[in-house]
């Protein structure tokens, strides 16, 4: 009966620290997609943290971006619109706060800004000649950003199988 209660202690303990122990923040996966004024349609992957206002996200990375449906180059690089390097590229699930810079490479002479883009004048959507070559005043209406499902981490599935099995444990442990 003691090594039961022991064991049954030790793996509860397992499965709360599985469970419990997987509570920092991770970066969100985000489906985006704009639209040009001429019909031209950009879409891809972000990954980035939503800030607790619930609508900014701080961008970490730009991928498999297409225009049309074709693949465009990968962006590697990701910054502010206005050009400073290292500085963070932020978009909001609304569009209106917008400043993203994903490049090619550090010089970033090729890739997908959205934002001011320093000269004072508004927001602008705007790509490089290898990204479609298009340039406009950006629209938020024809901005959309969504949420990828987020798939449960094996540890947290884990753990609740742990839970169960310390409760099916418990209930034969009363029937003795």
């Known amino acids: 009966m003691k090594k039961i ?3 049954l202690g030790f793996f509860t303990g397992t499965t709360l620290t599985l469970l419990m122990g ?4 991770s970066a969100a996966s985000f489906n985006w997609s704009y639209t040009t004024a001429g019909g031209s349609i950009y879409t891809g992957m972000l990954d980035g943290n939503i800030q607790s206002n ?3 996200i701080n961008v ?3 991928m498999m971006s297409q225009l049309n449906g074709s693949s465009l180059p990968e962006t590697p690089i990701v910054r502010s619109s206005s050009g400073v390097l290292g500085s963070l590229g ?3 699930l609304n569009g209106l706060t917008m400043n993203l810079g994903a490049c090619t490479d550090t010089s970033c002479n090729s890739g997908i800004f959205i934002g001011d883009l320093g000269f004072g004048s508004g927001e602008f959507f705007s790509t490089t000649a ?5 340039f406009e005043t950006f629209e938020s209406s024809r901005w959309t ?3 990828k499902p987020r798939v449960p981490e094996p540890s947290a599935t884990l753990a609740f199988v742990g839970l169960g099995l310390a409760a099916v444990a418990k ?3 009363k029937k003795q």
Do not use: M
């Open 5 to 7: 209660t022991t064991f």
């Open 22 to 25: 997987n509570t920092a923040a």
């Open 54 to 56: 619930g609508n900014t």
């Open 60 to 62: 970490t990375s730009v």
């Open 90 to 92: 932020i978009v909001s």
């Open 130 to 134: 290898d990204f479609g070559n298009d």
């Open 145 to 147: 950003l969504a949420e």
């Open 171 to 173: 209930s034969s442990l």
